[in-house]
C-alpha cells in the first residue's frame, strides 16, 4: 500500500490544472494479489482490500473495472464498495447465472471538456475467479456486441477497462472500430508502451502501484491515432487524435498525501492487529 499516498499526491497535482481536464480511472485487480484467497489469508487481504478502496477514492479515481482479482473475496464482499455515484465499479459481462441481468453497472457516462465519454469493462472470463454460485463471466464474444451498439451512436470517444490479456485486446480491437481506447489489467505484469489496432489504442499500466500511468489526449474524433504533438496530420492530410504516455515511477522521495496516508496507516493498523488477535 505504500505507493497509494504518492499516487494521491501526484494525481491531485496533475488534475488541479484546469486548462488539462482529467478522467481518473482504474482498469481493474484493484483489490487483491491474486485470483484465489487461501483461509488463512482470507481475513488479511479484505483488511488490506478496504484499504485499497477508500484511498482509491481519495485519489479522485471514482469508476473501476471488475478484475478476476477483484472477485476473489467474492460478490457480495466487493458489492459494499459499489456505491454510485461515489464509486463504480464496471463490468458489462459479469452476470447473475439465472437470469443473465448485471451484477455490476455495465456502462458509465462520463463527460469531459465537452466529449460525451462512454466507459465500458470486461472481466476475464476465463480467470479460475470469475466463475461462482452467485456469478458469472460471460465471453466477451457474447456480451460486448450487443452494448457497443448501443452506445456508439450516442458517445464521442469509447473507452474499455479491459482485464482480459493483449492477445485478447488486440482481437477486440480488430473486430470492433468503435473502441477507441483499451486500458488493460490483464494477468501480465509491466508498464507497456501503447500500440495502435485498427483505430484502437491499447494501454497498461504496472500493477500493485508501483507507477502511475498519465495518457494525455488530444481528440479530433474516432479515427485515426498518431503519437505525437497535437494538431498532427495524417499522411493523407486527415486530422488525428494525438496522443503521449508516460509512467511516473512512485519512487520513495515523492511527496506522501497526507489523507490517503492517513488510511495507509490506519490500515497498517488494523493489520497489526489482527495478526496480534490470531
Do not use: C
Amino acid at each position: 500500500m505504500g505507493g497509494l499516498s504518492k499516487k494521491a499526491f501526484i494525481t491531485k497535482t496533475l488534475t488541479n490544472d484546469s486548462h488539462y481536464p482529467a478522467l481518473i480511472v482504474n482498469s481493474g485487480n484493484l483489490l487483491f494479489k491474486t485470483d484465489i484467497l487461501q483461509p488463512e489469508e482470507a481475513e488479511t487481504a479484505r483488511i488490506a482490500a478496504d484499504g485499497v478502496y477508500q484511498a482509491t477514492r481519495k485519489t479522485g479515481a471514482l469508476i473501476a473495472g471488475v478484475g478476476s482479482r477483484d472477485l476473489a473475496a467474492g460478490t457480495a464482499f466487493l458489492s459494499q464498495f459499489h456505491q454510485p455515484p461515489h464509486f463504480t465499479w464496471l463490468s458489462l459481462n459479469l452476470v447473475h447465472p439465472s437470469n443473465r441481468q448485471p451484477l455490476f453497472t455495465p456502462i458509465h457516462w462520463q463527460q469531459v471538456n465537452g466529449i460525451n465519454i462512454a466507459v465500458l469493462a470486461l472481466t476475464d472470463h476465463t480467470a479460475p475467479s470469475a466463475q461462482g454460485n452467485d456469478f458469472l463471466a460471460l465471453p466477451w464474444q457474447q456480451s460486448l456486441p450487443e452494448v457497443l451498439a448501443q452506445v456508439e451512436q450516442q458517445a464521442d470517444f469509447v473507452l474499455l477497462l479491459s482485464n482480459y490479456s493483449l492477445i485478447d485486446n488486440q482481437e477486440i480491437a480488430r473486430h470492433h472500430r468503435a473502441i477507441d481506447l483499451i486500458l488493460q489489467s490483464g494477468h501480465a505484469i509491466g508498464n507497456r508502451t501503447p500500440l495502435v489496432v485498427n483505430n484502437t489504442l491499447i494501454a497498461q499500466t504496472e500493477t500493485r502501484g508501483k507507477y502511475l500511468g498519465v495518457l494525455n489526449v488530444d481528440w479530433n474524433g474516432h479515427g485515426r491515432w498518431r503519437e505525437g504533438q497535437p494538431g498532427a496530420a495524417t499522411p493523407d492530410d486527415k486530422p488525428a487524435s494525438t496522443y503521449s504516455n508516460r509512467f511516473i515511477a512512485l519512487k520513495p522521495s515523492i511527496t506522501n498525501d497526507p489523507e490517503v496516508e492517513a488510511i495507509v496507516q490506519q490500515t497498517k493498523r488494523r493489520l497489526d492487529s489482527h495478526q496480534a488477535g490470531r
